[in-house]
């Protein structure tokens, strides 16, 4: 079954860093998107890794971001650095099997000091 759970969110000051995980994948090797969405704007796509693991990033967070997928399990993450305030937001996973899409709850993200 798929459903994607996000998890590692929390409050984290200007410079620091968080990891987010997205379990409940179902599979290994399928496309995951990472996005955002702050109160009153649309989603925005800042990565993606696809099933052969090329990777891709908006230029908002390229350099800082980093998708990558934990081939034992069907896990991926999002590794956080350098975080700014304007990238509080909730985070959502997404991924897309067999031409459904299927999306996590969320996990906020407060980048404050």
């Known amino acids: 079954q798929v459903q994607p759970v996000e998890s590692g969110g929390g409050l984290v000051q200007p410079g620091g860093s968080l990891r987010l995980s997205c379990d409940g994948l179902?599979?290994?090797?399928?496309?995951v998107g990472w996005y955002r969405q702050t109160p009153g704007e649309q989603r925005e796509l800042i990565a993606t890794?696809?099933?052969?693991?090329?990777?891709n990033y908006a230029d908002s967070v390229k350099g800082r971001f980093t998708i990558s997928r934990d081939n034992a399990k069907d896990t991926v993450y999002l590794q956080m650095n350098s975080l700014k305030s304007e990238d509080t937001a909730v985070y959502y996973c997404?991924?897309?099997?067999?031409?459904?899409?299927?999306w996590g709850q969320g996990t906020q993200v407060t980048v404050s000091s």
């Open positions: 890794i696809t099933g052969a693991d090329y990777t």
């Open positions: 179902g599979s290994r090797s399928v496309f």
């Open positions: 997404e991924t897309i099997q067999f031409g459904t899409n299927y």
